[in-house]
């Protein structure tokens, strides 16, 4: 059986918008939890949660991507660029076309079904935007990380829970282990809150 190695890292997370900032912040055992701070959760009982904050899209996306990604797929294409910066690796143009991208996402895009649900049932419209589907897709992640590295191989998202990653960085193991793809990005995104 050929080796399989992991060979970068990103994250985007509550405790650390980056790979090492997130392993500075365990180290140092901080806690991600904190009092929500938008007004969105004004009348909710719990304000606590494990929010990403600070994050800045246009840091990382080009201005014209930002609307056609609701937050859990800019968290997922921007820990995808710093796992494959961190790897060092050249994508050839055979791993650019048999690479495969598997990323796991409970819930996908969240915001995008949300503002949807709002505009249909508070503000009483017709209809939703009509990137209401391509935003909330569970597999809107995988796909935006394929098109920003043109990786043409395998692209899904494993929806097990909160497994969900866990299984899409077994299944990419397996993958490259197999034979079927030389190379895998994988990992996974959430974005409950916003």
């Not at 090492?20 to 959760?41: K, M, N």
């Not at 797929?73 to 790897?87: D, G, L, R």
């Not at 017709?126 to 589907?133: A, E, K």
Request: net charge neutral; glycine share 10%.
């Amino acid at each position: 059986m050929p080796r399989v190695v992991i060979t970068g890292i990103g994250v985007v997370s509550p405790i650390g918008l980056t790979r090492d900032a997130f392993w500075r912040s365990l180290i140092a055992g901080e806690c991600g939890i904190r009092t929500i701070q938008s007004a969105d959760f004004d009348q909710l009982r719990f304000k606590q949660a494990a929010d990403v904050q600070n994050f800045v899209p246009e840091d990382h996306i080009p201005a014209k991507d930002i609307s056609l990604m609701d937050r859990f797929a800019q968290f997922a294409v921007v820990a995808a660029k710093e796992a494959m910066a961190h790897s060092g690796l050249e994508l050839t143009q055979l791993m650019r076309e048999t690479g495969a991208v598997v990323t796991g996402s409970c819930i996908g895009g969240r915001s995008a079904e949300e503002v949807g649900y709002r505009e249909l049932y508070i503000h009483g419209r017709n209809r939703v935007h009509p990137l209401t589907i391509p935003l909330g897709m569970a597999n809107a992640g995988a796909s935006h990380i394929s098109m920003c590295f043109g990786i043409q191989g395998p692209s899904y998202t494993i929806s097990t829970a909160c497994a969900s990653s866990a299984h899409a960085i077994g299944q990419a193991f397996h993958m490259v282990r197999s034979g079927t793809a030389p190379i895998a990005l994988a990992g996974g995104s959430e974005a409950p809150l916003y």
